[in-house]
């Protein structure tokens, strides 16, 4: 008997050189072995392959520890694995432009439309459809975003992980940088999913597995 009716990927693929969030943001992927030399080197009895991987936090499909935002907020390697396996309940935002906000009211629109209420101890996936954008020129500020007040109404719903398909989730004016509400939340970020339609099962069936890379 199967236990999930369907699994799906939300993650980007990675690739050498693809675009990231920032200047600083990059992968590199280069071979260390491969099967020809490898092979050569054992008169053919054995080869093996493999690749160095150079990659940035904060590209593609990545996960945002509290301590990004808070010097006091646990590190991935030290965030609990039990707490990254939730219900899930994901939300549409689809009809949302460019720069524009993502306010209260419309998370409460679209928490109507998906049938049921946001609960604690839920990962909270906002689908805005922009991941159809994902590494042409300007993705990075060419989105929705989520506004302070709401942000903060957010952290009161006891969620215990945001998602979406947005590189980043705060105003994209110029001149801003991550609000101060990121510092008052204890739950992790996962950003730049690559969004799918609402499945056809109950929103209350999903679950959701974030599973980051553990750096010391």
Not at 124 to 132: E, I
Not at 171 to 197: C, E, L, M, S
């Amino acid at each position: 008997m199967a236990l999930f009716k369907e699994v799906v990927d939300l993650s980007h693929e990675m690739f050498n050189n693809m675009l990231g969030v920032s200047a600083t943001s990059m992968a590199a992927f280069w071979p260390v072995e491969t099967h020809e030399r490898s092979a050569a080197n054992s008169q053919g009895q054995l080869s093996t392959a493999s690749k160095m991987i150079l990659v940035s936090e904060h590209i593609s499909t990545h996960f945002d520890a509290p301590y990004h935002f808070d010097p006091q907020g646990l590190t991935a390697d030290r965030y609990p694995l039990e707490k990254l396996i939730l219900p899930g309940h994901l939300l549409d935002f689809t009809a949302k432009g460019i720069r524009e906000a993502i306010t209260q009211r419309d998370f409460e629109m679209a928490v109507e439309r998906s049938g049921r209420s946001i609960t604690p101890g839920t990962a909270l996936m906002a689908w805005t459809g922009q991941d159809r954008n994902w590494g042409k020129p300007g993705f990075a500020k060419e989105r929705p975003y989520v506004d302070r007040q709401t942000a903060l109404w957010l952290v009161d719903q006891g969620i215990s992980l945001f998602g979406s398909d947005l590189i980043g989730i705060d105003p994209v004016a110029k001149d801003a940088n991550h609000d101060p509400w990121f510092h008052t939340r204890p739950w992790p970020v996962a950003q730049n999913f690559k969004g799918a339609a609402p499945p056809d099962a109950p929103a209350a069936s999903i679950v959701t597995a974030s599973m980051p890379s553990k750096p010391a």
